[in-house]
Structures are given as structure tokens and as C-alpha cells.
């Protein structure tokens, strides 16, 4: 017996460590001791967890850690990132490292359910995308037949690809390149007529060109890429906090409260409106929160729509369209249960 | 009947002397090789100019942002705004005065070590080998000293690529020279095998599996709240690596001392210690200068390696700058600066280590 679990793979290691671990209250007691939530970011995506000149970090990634320490400490300072690379990022929170991950991680069933691991939300919808010439004159990717594509060799990406002009019964020859930068060049070069990759992606590979108004992105997503925050498993409360941190940014572009007007919204009579900013109903109780943890989160870090916009959206170079990550009752799907 | 009479020399023709004859006889003296002469010419015409158009006069050098960089050329506001970065990483710009002065205290600790006169070397080294370190990281981390802790998290750029070949080189120096020795110690078979074992193991895998072992692996295997530092672990990886190939370096001269030299220490009487301190070690390490440079040159450039597992030292920096949506698109610039500072950094440490074989070449 002891034989065979030394001998066991890693997964189940990761898991047994995992689940020794995290005990309900536990990092919310750690976080609260050491004054700083600990995350887990990317080592550098652009839009999503990048580090400005002066070191500090930003993005729509890194926006979720501060919504969470801004809810615990009413300080949205209150952070230390951990750069991490994609395969080491699952490990650091396994083994208590980071106390919370927000670094562009698809959830899938896998990761879910085999890892130890509990995903909090999702905090970006995306998914493969095209990118062709302007001079191409493609509306749709279903007039790609015959094209040649651009791809990074190695990633979910090429399956994704080869699925799709299969079910539509289309032709296309692949030129697969190593990295990001090399594809642009590919494609800047005429090496294919389309570029694929991520959407969240394909706009930043976009300004990578020489002239980035001479490249349109197309509007089909070919598969679903849910993006969003992960917690260990076991600390519900914990997992709490993080998951309603995300949904009260939501929550508060669908109440039309922003950090511009959060103050004057005090005073609203919106009962909505009220109970997000703890001014009734159960405040901060259920979470071990301050009551004023929702308003904090949107005084400090802004609500969904700000957060999208300033680091990925029109405010941003990267000038990505909400498409499916506005609002249900705006077009798209970002969708947060009622606080109340 | 006349005399003859000697006429005045005449020059040599012109195109055996001069510029001209040194063209002829170097560059076309046949055929193929005036073909190759003038094919090496045309590369060069084809290839430098526009990098030298691109690098320097169609470059954009002053500004602060993008919008800054309007020529065809290279955009080096990219680098200069954040040039900081690439050298103190993270590392809060108020406390940047301790890298200084650990460079810099390190810089004047060194110099006595090339001065002749002076006395006291060994003491000297000594101290630099195994207390320095210690007051490094106690000025960077800063909680020894009561100074504002900066975890080694926010370390970064050019100092963290030194600090990762500094300590690796130095640490696995030491650790080295016992490995190679153990691994010529005939007449203890366990000690030998031991030693054999390990560098046959560390030289047998590559850096990058030894960096993601220590980053992805090792943390599970730690006891429950047992935080062990990343560069720390890193660094420990990079020694045991290191160090491997740094015995190997060191047998190499080890087997180059003559038979004779060890013979006469032992007719001296010398016990084992005595004679390969004094006899074997300073003749051997004499002759593996050029060879350990050569493997603390490649660790320098292997220390890179380091940004697969999100430490950023200066490609990791580089990298991540080039991921800021302020300025995508200028990976070529960003590399070129790369390449350059370790270019730099190489070449200088090649240059002194012909210096110091110069120096201590005493002929055999």
C-alpha cells in the first residue's frame, strides 16, 4: 500500500495535498493574518496581467484580486502577485503558494473536477477567433474555403480549427508557427490569408502589425473558452468571497453603479441598489465581511463595465467589443445572481 | 670591354606591394577566391547598411510613449522608458540604492584581488565567497537590517540575472572541486560512486526539467505550510547543476597534472590534504581557467532559462514589457537590447579570463 502510493501519479498527489490543505476558513483566516491576499497572475498577457513601467501590475485578471482584497481590507491595494507560468500556476495554489489564481484559466471539467480545484466564475467569455486582411473581403468565416491559416503550433487551438471546416465541410492548408510574434510576421508577410487564436488575443496580435486598421477580426467564435478565477477546494468560504467579489462588480454595472457615482448611489432608494452597497438586506454577514465590502470593491476597482473597458476594451489599446461578455440584457451572457 | 654597370633598382611593380598586392595575394589570389571575396562583399552590402539604418539613424531615441516613435527605424523609447526595469526588475525605486551598493561594495572588494602588492588575498576571497553573499541578501531582502522588507518576488532584470549566475558560479565552485576530487579517489569506492552518481545524474538532465522540478514539483512534496522561497529553490537547482559540470571541468585538469607531481609530493611526505592544496589543486585549477569561464559564460546565458517559471530576470522582463498593450509590436527591439547586454556581459568576462591566463601562465 505505502508501495503503490508513492508510485502514484501526480494528479492524485496534487489532489491528496490539495484536500489537506484547504479547510473551510482557513486562507480567509490566513489572508486576514498576513494583511495581503496572496494571486496568482499571468507572467505577462496583454489586457489580462501585465506590469506597467513603474511595476505596477494591471489587467482585467488582476482587476478580480483587487476586487477581492478591496472586499476583505476595504483596500484594493492590498495585493502581492505571483507571476506564474501556465503549467506551474495549478501547483502554486495546490500547495498554498498563492491564495487565489486569476490568470486567463479555461474552466473545463478536467481541471474542475480533477484537480482539487474550484473555478469562482467567469470573469472573461472567450473563445477561437479569426483574423483575415480587410482587402480579403470576408464577412463570415464560412466563406473561408481554400484559405490558408496562421496558427501556434501545439495548442487547443489547431484541434479547435480543424474541427470547425471539418463540420462545415470546408478545405484549408495550415502553416503553423512557434510563437505569437512569428505568426504575426506570417501573416503580415501573406504567408496565409487568415490568422487564428484566442479572441482576447487576436486583438493584441492585431496591433502587432505594421498597420493594424488593415486587418479585421471576424465575428465567429469557434469554441468556448471560459475564463475566470480559481480557488482551492474545500474552503467554501473562501471560494464565497472570491465568487462574489466578481458577481458584485457585475452586479453593480447591471444597477448602473459605478466608481464615479458610488457615493451618490448611497443615497438612492433602489432596494437593488441598497442591498449591494450593504445598506440592507444581509450586507456582509453571510460572506464574514464588512458590510460595506460590495462598495469598496466598486469604489476602488469599478464595476464590470469599467474594469472591461479601461483594460481590454475602448479605453485600452486593445479596444476588444463586449460581444459575449456584456451584460443578458445587453446581448451577451455575463450574468451575476441577485444580492439579496 | 666595358664594364658593367649596375642600373638603379627598380620598384616592385605595383601590384605586388601596397594595397594592391595585399588585395591580390590575400583576396584574389585565384579564381574562386576573388568569387568568394566579392559574394562575402555583396552579403555585407545587402545585410549591414539596413541594420545600421534600422539600429541607429532611422531610430527614434528621446520620448516617453508609442507615439513618440514615427520613424521607419528601430524604437528605442521602448527600451529607455523602461530601461530601470530591465535592470532592478520590480525592485521599489526607493530602495534601488541597496542593489547599488552591493554592486558597487562588490566591485571595490574585487579590485585589491588584481593588485600584486597586496597581502592579504586569501582572507580576502574568502570573505567575498562565503560572507558576502550572506550581507547581499540581507541589504536586499532588507529584514536583517531592519530596512523595508522587498521579498524576493519583486526582484528582477539585469541584478536577478546576476545574482542567479553569481551565486550559482560561486556556490558550485566549492562543491565542484570536492565532486571532482571525490570522483579520482580510488581507494574509497562509496565516496567515488557517490560522486559519480550525482554528476552523472545533474549532467544527464536538462536545466529547464531542474528549474520546473524545483517550481512545480517540489512544493508538493514539502510538508503542509512549509513555504520554501522560488528563487531560492531555483538557485539551489542551478547549483547542483552547475556544480556537475564544474567537476568535470576541474577532473580535466585534475588528469592533467603529471604522475610526477603527485609522486613527489608524496616523497616530500605530504599527507592527501597537504598535497593536493598545495601540489595538485593550484596547477590544476591554472590550467581549467579557460574551462570554467566557459561554463560560467554558458550559465550566464542559461540563467534565462528562469522566466519559464515566472521569475523575471532580464529576458523575463523583457518579455513581460513587450506584453504591456502600451507596446506590443517591438519584440524585435527588445530582444536586440537582450542580446546586446549579454554580449557585453560575455565578452568582458571572456577578455579577463585571457587576462588572468596571461597573468598566472608561468610556463611548465
Redesign the interface.
Known amino acids: 500500500m505505502k508501495k503503490r502510493l508513492l508510485v502514484s501519479a501526480?494528479p492524485a498527489?496534487?489532489l491528496s495535498?490539495a484536500l489537506?490543505?484547504a479547510q473551510a476558513g482557513e486562507t480567509l483566516d490566513a489572508v486576514k493574518g498576513k494583511g495581503f491576499v496572496q494571486c496568482g497572475v499571468s507572467?505577462?498577457?496583454?489586457?489580462f496581467s501585465?506590469?506597467?513601467?513603474?511595476?505596477n501590475w494591471a489587467g482585467l485578471d488582476v482587476d478580480v484580486c483587487r476586487a477581492v482584497a478591496a472586499a476583505i481590507f476595504g483596500d484594493a491595494s492590498k495585493v502581492?502577485?505571483?507571476?506564474?507560468?501556465a503549467?506551474?500556476r495549478f501547483?502554486?495554489l495546490?500547495?498554498?503558494?498563492i491564495d487565489m489564481l486569476s490568470r486567463n484559466t479555461t474552466w473545463t471539467l478536467t481541471r474542475d473536477s480533477n484537480l482539487g480545484l474550484n473555478f469562482a466564475g467567469v470573469n472573461y467569455y472567450d473563445g477561437q477567433g479569426f483574423m483575415v486582411s480587410k482587402n480579403l473581403g470576408v464577412k463570415s468565416a464560412l466563406e473561408l474555403d481554400g484559405a490558408s491559416v496562421c496558427i501556434q503550433a501545439g495548442t487547443t487551438t489547431e484541434l479547435n480549427l480543424a474541427d470547425y471546416f471539418r463540420a462545415n465541410s470546408m478545405k484549408y492548408e495550415p502553416i503553423t508557427y512557434d510563437s505569437s510574434?512569428e505568426t504575426v510576421k506570417g501573416f503580415e508577410a501573406g504567408r496565409c490569408d487568415v490568422l487564428t487564436s484566442d479572441q482576447s488575443q487576436l486583438y493584441?496580435l492585431r496591433?502587432?502589425?505594421?498597420k493594424p486598421g488593415s486587418a479585421i477580426v471576424l465575428p465567429e467564435v469557434i469554441s468556448k473558452e471560459p475564463l475566470g478565477p480559481v480557488v482551492r477546494q474545500g474552503d467554501d468560504e473562501w471560494f464565497n468571497i472570491v465568487r462574489w467579489s466578481l458577481f458584485a462588480m457585475i452586479n453593480a454595472e447591471e444597477l448602473g453603479v459605478s466608481s464615479a457615482n458610488v457615493d451618490k448611489m448611497k443615497s438612492s432608494k433602489d432596494p437593488g441598489i441598497r442591498r449591494l452597497l450593504g445598506l440592507e438586506g444581509i450586507k456582509g454577514q453571510g460572506l464574514k465581511l464588512s458590510d460595506d465590502w460590495a462598495y469598496n470593491i466598486v469604489k476602488q476597482v469599478g464595476n464590470y463595465s469599467e474594469a472591461f473597458e479601461r483594460n481590454v476594451g475602448q479605453g485600452?489599446?486593445?479596444k476588444i467589443s463586449r460581444g459575449l461578455n456584456a451584460l443578458w440584457n445587453n446581448g451577451g451572457i455575463q450574468y451575476a445572481p441577485p444580492i439579496r | 670591354m666595358s664594364t658593367f654597370e649596375r642600373g638603379p633598382d627598380l620598384p616592385p611593380p605595383v601590384t605586388q606591394v601596397g594595397v594592391i598586392g595585399w588585395l591580390r595575394r590575400n583576396l584574389f589570389s585565384s579564381w574562386l577566391y576573388s568569387f568568394l571575396t566579392l559574394l562575402a562583399l555583396y552579403l555585407v552590402w545587402i545585410v549591414v547598411p539596413p541594420v545600421i539604418n534600422w539600429a541607429l539613424l532611422d531610430a527614434s531615441w528621446s520620448g516617453t510613449a508609442r507615439e513618440d516613435c514615427t520613424s521607419d527605424g528601430a524604437c528605442w523609447v521602448f527600451v529607455s522608458v523602461r530601461f530601470n526595469q530591465f535592470m532592478y526588475g520590480f525592485y521599489p525605486e526607493a530602495q534601488q540604492w541597496r542593489v547599488n551598493i552591493i554592486y558597487g561594495t562588490l566591485f571595490l572588494l574585487m579590485t585589491p584581488l588584481f593588485l600584486k602588492a597586496f597581502p592579504w588575498k586569501t582572507a580576502l576571497g574568502g570573505f567575498i565567497i562565503f560572507v558576502y553573499p550572506f550581507i547581499a541578501y540581507g541589504l536586499l531582502d532588507g529584514a536583517w537590517f531592519g530596512l523595508e522588507v522587498v521579498e524576493t518576488t519583486r526582484w528582477g532584470g539585469l541584478s536577478l540575472t546576476l545574482i542567479l549566475a553569481g551565486v550559482g558560479c560561486v556556490a558550485a565552485l566549492p562543491l565542484g572541486i570536492i565532486l571532482a576530487l571525490g570522483r579520482r579517489a580510488t581507494d574509497m569506492p562509496a565516496a567515488k560512486s557517490l560522486c559519480v552518481i550525482f554528476i552523472e545524474f545533474w549532467r544527464g538532465v536538462p536545466l529547464i526539467t531542474v528549474l520546473f522540478m524545483s517550481s512545480v514539483m517540489l512544493p508538493l512534496f514539502l510538508p503542509e505550510g512549509v513555504q520554501f522561497d522560488k528563487l531560492m529553490r531555483a538557485l539551489i537547482g542551478i547549483t547542483l547543476f552547475q556544480s556537475a559540470y564544474m567537476a568535470e571541468v576541474i577532473r580535466g585538469g585534475l588528469q592533467a597534472i603529471p604522475k610526477g607531481q603527485y609522486e613527489a609530493a608524496d616523497a616530500l611526505g605530504l599527507g592527501y590534504w597537504k598535497k593536493t592544496g598545495l601540489i595538485v589543486l593550484p596547477q590544476a585549477m591554472k590550467i581549467v581557467i579557460p574551462g570554467i569561464v566557459n561554463t560560467f559564460i554558458a550559465l550566464i546565458k542559461d540563467t534565462t532559462l528562469v522566466l519559464i517559471i515566472g521569475l523575471f530576470e532580464l529576458l523575463g522582463m523583457i518579455q513581460n514589457a513587450l506584453n504591456d498593450p502600451n507596446w506590443l509590436g517591438y519584440a524585435t527591439e527588445g530582444y536586440a537590447f537582450t542580446a546586446l547586454t549579454f554580449w557585453i556581459i560575455c565578452f568582458s568576462l571572456s577578455r579577463y579570463s585571457m587576462r588572468i591566463e596571461r597573468k598566472l601562465h608561468t610556463g611548465h
Do not use: C
Open positions: 501526480l498527489l496534487a495535498v489537506g490543505t507572467t505577462g498577457l496583454p489586457g501585465v506590469a506597467d513601467d513603474k511595476g502581492k502577485y505571483s507571476p506564474l507560468n503549467k506551474e501547483t502554486a495546490q500547495s498554498s503558494e510574434d493584441a496591433i502587432k502589425l505594421s485600452s489599446r486593445l
